[in-house]
């Protein structure tokens, strides 16, 4: 018989109103254990409200929240024990050192003086700090306290981590450094829920995504799944000369031409079937192509198509 793993997260209805303005209208969410899950939305649109509520910092007015089968309002002791949170702006104490700042949350999760020490170790050379152990965090670079933010995050070893955009602010460099990380914890058990302005970053590390738009759920899929709604997907034929673009134009409808380019546009998914059906077709009429190029929606067009907002407005509350 197959059992299957209850959700590390389960939201049902979930609604919350500011005075008389409506942040969640029935909100509806399933994390499977063990994956990254990516809340998208713009300004306003609900997304820090919703972290609020799941990590027990807000009420909900209604509708019910579960995280790793705790209720986040009758048990939220329970909840708190079972997660890690890191938020927008640093929780590191500048003034202290790396070593001293693990120590001090080993501290806070009540782990005994050789525990902390052996655990606070373990974190600062997974997170490669360990010849900066003993220098004040103050020094640190950016990705330096981010990583140093998300160890402190981990001394409790929590099941689920929720990540509200990590990598503002970071170089390109360290976001790659932070997606490894993300990508080896999830690698381990943990689940990680996600919220960031790079639309290239959900689609880099999550396996599921949900798009909020004023407070309701919009759109949820896989990437894949979301970028397949959207239409606009086509493939760019290159001929060498008029004659052609002439043939290949009476074969391929329906297509938009470009004269002055020798190019032809027809509308497809990119996919490997489209393709081979379409080159068939051009073979099969002695029709020779110089190039081809493929286009397919990307997160960005998802974005706008389903929120008509921006793709890259700032994060903020609610």
């Not at 309002?73 to 500048?94: L, N």
């Not at 996919?271 to 073979?283: A, C, F, I, K, P």
Request: proline share 5%.
């Amino acid at each position: 018989m197959t059992t299957h793993s209850p959700p590390a997260i389960a939201v049902s209805g979930l609604r919350r109103s500011f005075a008389d303005h409506v942040v969640l209208d029935g909100l509806e969410l399933t994390v499977a254990p063990g994956t990254v899950f990516a809340l998208l939305g713009a300004n306003g649109a609900g997304k820090t409200t919703t972290v609020r509520i799941l990590t027990t910092l807000l009420g909900a007015d209604g509708g019910s929240a579960r995280v790793v089968g705790h209720d986040v309002s009758a048990d939220p002791d329970a909840v708190r024990a079972a997660i890690g949170v890191t938020g927008q702006f640093s929780a590191v104490d500048g003034l202290l050192t790396g070593a001293e700042n693990l120590r001090l949350m080993a501290d806070l999760h009540h782990l005994d003086r050789a525990t902390g020490r052996a655990r606070a170790a373990e974190l600062l050379e997974r997170f490669d700090l360990t010849d900066a152990a003993g220098k004040p965090a103050s020094t640190y670079s950016g990705g330096m306290r981010r990583r140093l933010d998300l160890a402190m995050t981990l001394m409790g070893r929590p099941q689920v981590i929720f990540l509200d955009e990590p990598t503002t602010g970071l170089d390109p460099r360290s976001r790659r450094d932070m997606w490894r990380i993300v990508e080896e914890l999830v690698a381990g058990g943990v689940t990680v829920f996600l919220t960031t302005q790079y639309l290239e970053e959900a689609d880099a590390l999550a396996d599921r995504i949900a798009v909020l738009d004023h407070g309701r759920l919009v759109a949820e899929g896989t990437p894949d799944e979301l970028k397949r709604r959207i239409p606009g997907g086509h493939v760019r034929l290159q001929f060498g000369d008029r004659g052609a673009l002439d043939a290949a134009s009476r074969v391929l409808e329906p297509a938009t031409r470009d004269d002055d380019a020798l190019a032809l546009q027809v509308p497809g998914d990119g996919g490997v079937g489209t393709l081979r059906t379409l080159l068939e077709s051009l073979d099969h009429h002695h029709i020779d192509v110089e190039g081809l190029t493929i286009h397919t929606p990307d997160l960005d067009d998802v974005f706008l198509a389903l929120t008509g907002n921006p793709a890259h407005e700032k994060a903020g509350t609610p």
